[in-house]
């Protein structure tokens, strides 16, 4: 089997990451294992594996006859029978069906909030669909969304998986006090719901004047992180809550932190939650998309209602105020992660699943 992932950049990303680690997952297990980023190249470049192939096609418009035609003379010349494509480079994979018919186009949704839309509102990706010979989906909403609106009815759930890196170079060094800083692995975008971590830290403050809060992530310099600034400056949190943007030594950023948060209205399942659990990282949650699944409250971390601000920030005291506690839950999510979400077990899911369709 010779398989092609394909993404529109290699931006630290949820999609972007996962992409990357099946390209290397599954350069052990099958004939070919490659990667395409289709628009720009990006920090996890240097994530995938030196036996991994990788190509960038520049695409410079969503018809980019150029890139299209490069992209086919990749998959011909590698003799690739299967594009796995990731979150909105469906299109691409439904271009290149055009021209290389034999190709077989598996699409990976990972955004969670397309469980509540319609397949009205989705028009282009309900046609292109008819063209797709599986789909793969991160949790079990996505999985009845895609058989009801899109009737479609090779779908699999499955899981993410992380990969640590041991080679990752270590260059981020956190602001604050060691043992007293709390993790936000998040792009600043609107569904990662990051006002929610800065309410806890004004709340917090005054008990905990020694423990300071990180947002780790892409910062587009929009208006939602103009807003989230605003907001850190207004509540005097210049010492306390620190913005870094994008960065590529995301293992050793989650070593020095000493409690991990999910803010998001909406998620699939988060790949910040494996990684936080591979480096046994105690956990506080809103509770969408797949997380209760791993979460179970009180006992491999904290979850509460999105709307919740109360129970997360008592949440976040509980754990501030007991190390012990702290130890616990990190090494319960650990064994969780290990369990059920380690690579081999994944990608040997998923390999059953596609020579069956």
């Not at 969304?145 to 998986?161: A, G, I, R, S």
């Amino acid at each position: 089997m010779r398989i092609l992932q394909i993404i529109d950049s290699l931006e630290v990303g949820g999609a972007e990451r996962i992409a990357v680690n099946f390209a290397n997952a599954l350069s052990s297990k099958i004939e070919f294992s490659g990667i395409v980023a289709t628009r720009k190249s990006g920090g996890l470049q240097s994530d995938i594996q030196e036996n991994v192939p990788y190509w960038c096609l520049h695409k410079k418009s969503t018809f980019d006859v150029k890139a299209l035609f490069a992209l086919r003379k990749i998959c011909l010349d590698h003799q690739v029978d299967w594009v796995h494509a990731h979150g909105t480079s469906y299109f691409q994979a439904f271009l290149l069906k055009l021209v290389l018919p034999k190709i077989r186009v598996i699409w990976h949704e990972h955004a969670g909030a397309r469980a509540f839309e319609t397949a009205k509102s989705n028009r282009v990706l309900a046609f292109c669909s008819l063209f797709f010979d599986g789909i793969v989906v991160v949790n079990q909403s996505l999985e009845k969304w895609c058989k009801e609106q899109l009737k479609f009815d090779q779908v699999l759930y499955l899981p993410n998986f992380a990969m640590t890196d041991a080679h990752q170079q270590k260059t981020t060094v956190l602001q604050g006090v060691d043992g007293k800083r709390i993790l936000c692995l998040a792009n600043l975008r609107v569904p990662k719901n990051h006002s929610l971590l800065i309410r806890a830290a004004v709340l917090l403050k005054e008990k905990y004047p020694d423990w300071t809060y990180h947002l780790v992530g892409k910062d587009a310099q929009d208006d939602y992180s103009s807003a989230l600034k605003n907001e850190i400056e207004l509540n005097d949190l210049k010492n306390t809550v620190y913005i870094y943007g994008l960065r590529k030594d995301i293992h050793h950023i989650i070593e020095q932190a000493s409690i991990a948060v999910i803010c998001s209205e909406s998620e699939g399942l988060p790949v910040a939650l494996l990684e936080y659990g591979i480096h046994k990282k105690p956990v506080v949650s809103t509770s969408v998309g797949e997380i209760p699944q791993i979460i179970s409250n009180g006992i491999s971390g904290f979850i509460c209602d999105v709307a919740d601000t109360d129970l997360f920030v008592q949440e976040l005291d509980t754990l501030m105020g007991d190390e012990p506690l702290r130890q616990k839950l990190g090494e319960a999510l650990f064994s969780i992660v290990d369990q059920n979400h380690s690579p081999d077990a994944v990608v040997h899911f998923y390999l059953k699943w596609v020579y069956q369709i």
